[in-house]
């Protein structure tokens, strides 16, 4: 066999550095039993410096998933409880006047964190929404006359319930395109939920102590942004988007009237970092379209807008996904 | 008691007349008109029911002054329980002279005897005209155009529809001679290779097309598993080409040895490598996975009996509708020239009638 040095050199690094990745996963288990693709989304989140929308019925440990990933990294982490009378001076800080020094000074939120858990996102009003999902995409956040950098990493994790929609305030679909996945979580297996059921009554917790530093994040991303994504991969990412905006261009005519938009080329963007992400998960230097389609269910499922048609004949984003993925010729 | 029986025969004879009777009665509906004005003679004929009759036949006149105008079917109405009927019959008479007319007994013929209604008569008299008031003289009026009636032209109207068709064929028929080419244009299929067999020619492409080196790996792989995915959609029937290499070893476990797929578990892997990850090949491991993907479709081909395959091969759906269309235009041909050609003479006929 001939080698292809550059991409065996990486395959090397990746294998060197990416053996956190087991850690993170073993050390998630012990804590969260099954929601395998929960776990591997967090990862990819945190990868490819990508924000994650959880959602899913309460009691699917979304909350926990995430305060343990937070645990098992040496970084600060806060978390906000969205409920309908936070301010957004709540979330990012305000200025507050001392009495002793005679003038203002900034007094950070909790948004000034490494790891930021905004749970039940949706029960805060839009201005509040705004506010956070300001910070997610500038990545700082001014108070008063000062601008404030947020600590790197920087990972939003959000959750919000399907169900209970009175009171709430769904996110727009501009806002929710901040997010790089959207996470749909599912009730655990039947034998998961024995396993659940037989950790949770025998009582005492494990502690959870941090295995990684802020460093190794920042490292491991670096690795990441180096993964191989050849054209094809990249043409095959564009096809689909591009079949979420016209699928009768991808023999896909019966969803036309089913999508009122799709994909933006933030799509693309996310779809590669996430493929790249999961190749890297995988310990795999490059990627192939295998990782494209593994992912591209939570990068797009929030960014294809549904028609009233869609919504009267029941169709849904993941369906729509799941057909083009059947239809766009694999590389 | 001669008596008693002349009286009998007197009332039996009487009976017998009035059974027989036949009266005729005519009247007009107005005694009095303007010149120019019209007006209806009714004449009514009773007789006994199977009798014969023969009402009067104007051809234009009555009278010397008193024109007939058009004469109503009779309308017959049975009277005395169908013993009897009543046959009565319309003229419409004007005049167009001034003057006291006597309208003489008109007669009717029943059973070929004359019978005979009472007579009437008609006066005629012209419009006063005021001599002192000449600015209210009108003149004579246009001869006024006759009305635009449908029916008339409804025929000539939708033949010349008909006509249009006849037109785009003749254009067509043109430029078919023009160009001097068939009227319908004959495909002959060829016959279509089974799936191993277009897999087996695609992969002999690709052996002698070119010499590969390793820099072209990336093209040559593309094409070796094209040609297998191809092969397995067509072999298989799913949809191999919109799979992942890993998705098309998960079908095939189903239905194939999983020890049996190594090779070609072993093929896809080098081709993601190569396709994805900037690996190069050496030729030999090029000839490698050809003989290891040879040998994958010559186990897994489906042999064709040969008597088949000199069969015409069967038409795909876009084959067979344009065969249908073509025989759907041959008929069409044909019965439009046939409609087009007595369209044309219903058309000449209907515009002749009308002009002349």
Sequence with gaps: MAEAIDIRELNERIERHSAFVTNLVTGMNQQIIGQKHLIESLLIGLLSDGHVLLEGVPGLAKTKAIKTLASLIDAQFSRIQFTPDLLPADIIGTMIYSQQDGKFVSKKGPVFANFVLADEINRAPAKVQSALLEAMQERQVTLGNETFLLPKPFLVLATQNPIEQEGTYPLPEAQVDRFMLKVIIDYPKLEEEKLIIRQNIAGGKSEVRPILRTQDITEAREIVRQVYLDEKIEQYIADIVFATRYPEKYGLKELKDYISFGGSPRASINLALASRAYAFIKRRGYVIPEDVRAVAHDVLRHRIGLSYEAEASNVTSEEIISKILNSVEVP | ?356
């Design chain 2, 1 to 356: 008691m001669n008596k008693k029986y002349l009286i009998l025969l007197l009332l039996f004879s009487i009976s017998m007349m009035a059974s027989a009777q036949v009266t005729v009665d005519a009247s007009i509906d107005t005694l009095l008109i303007r010149v120019g004005e019209q007006t209806k003679i009714h004449l009514q004929v009773s007789m006994d029911a199977g009798a014969n009759y023969d009402f009067p036949q104007f051809k234009d006149t009555i009278v010397a002054g008193v024109e007939c105008l058009e004469v109503s079917e009779p309308s017959v109405t049975e009277l005395n329980d169908g013993k009897r009927i009543l046959v009565s019959k319309d003229y419409l008479v004007t005049s167009f002279d001034s003057g006291h007319y006597f309208l003489p007994p008109l007669e009717v013929l029943v059973d070929q005897k004359p019978y005979v209604s009472k007579s009437l008569s008609l006066k005629v008299f012209s419009v006063d005209v005021d001599v002192t008031k000449p600015n209210e003289f009108f003149g004579p009026k246009d001869v006024m155009d006759a009305p635009f009636e449908w029916e008339d032209w409804a025929l000539i109207f939708w033949l010349s529809i008909l006509l249009i068709p006849m037109i785009g064929l003749c254009a067509y028929l043109v430029i078919r001679f023009r160009d001097n080419k068939p009227i319908i244009r004959h495909i002959k299929l060829a016959p279509k290779l089974p799936p191993h067999q277009k897999a087996m020619n695609e992969i002999q492409a690709i052996k002698s097309e070119k010499r590969w080196t390793p820099e072209d790996s990336k093209e040559y792989y593309t094409r070796l598993t094209d040609a297998l995915r191809n092969y397995i959609k067509d072999r298989y029937g799913f949809n191999a080409t919109e799979m992942t290499s890993s998705e098309i070893i998960e079908h095939l476990t189903s239905e194939k040895d999983e020890k049996a797929l190594d090779e070609l578990r072993q093929l896809f892997q080098t081709a993601d490598l190569v396709k994805f990850a900037k690996y190069y090949t050496q030729i030999n491991e090029n000839d490698m996975n050809l003989v290891n993907a040879v040998e994958f479709i010559n186990q897994t081909k489906v042999e064709v009996d040969p008597a088949e395959l000199n069969k015409e091969q069967e038409m795909t759906v876009e084959e067979k509708r344009s065969r249908a269309v073509k025989f759907s235009l041959l008929a069409g041909i044909i019965i439009l020239s046939i409609l087009s050609v007595v369209a044309i003479g219903c058309i000449g006929k209907e515009i002749y009638e009308l002009c002349f």
